[in-house]
């Protein structure tokens, strides 16, 4: 069992930067694929990104790219979102996720653990 909780949203302004962490519970946190979703009103969950077991390659979706960086520290079993020039798009709420394996996928029903969610909200 992983226990996932995320921290670190809020509401900002366009252009503001946040970090989400997420703290995992357990002893298995270093052999998981993590991932990074949200989920807007109305709209259904997407990946954001992702990241290996050892840190060492990540994911982004496209909308993402060159804003948003992924990054973990095993020692800690926290695994964060660096989101940077932060878009009133970007609104939503943000889910951390585990998974097995040894490959970053994008799709919701890869992922075996989920935590409660954050809330980004960013205004114009």
């Known amino acids: 069992q992983v226990q996932l909780v995320e921290s670190g949203g809020g509401a900002v302004q366009a252009g503001d930067s946040l970090r989400l962490s997420c703290a995992a519970s357990g002893r298995t946190f270093s052999n998981r694929i993590m991932g990074w979703f949200r989920q807007a009103p109305g709209k259904e969950r997407e990946f954001v990104g992702g990241?290996?077991?050892?840190?060492?390659?990540?994911a982004n979706a496209d909308s993402v790219k060159g804003r948003f960086t992924i990054s973990r520290d095993n020692a800690k079993n926290t695994v964060y979102l660096q989101m940077n020039s932060l878009k009133p798009a970007d609104t939503a709420v943000y889910y951390c996720a585990a998974r097995g394996g040894l490959y970053i996928r994008r799709g919701r029903d890869e992922y075996d653990y989920w935590g409660q969610g954050t809330q980004v909200t960013v205004s114009s």
């Open positions: 990241i290996s077991t050892d840190g060492r390659t990540t």
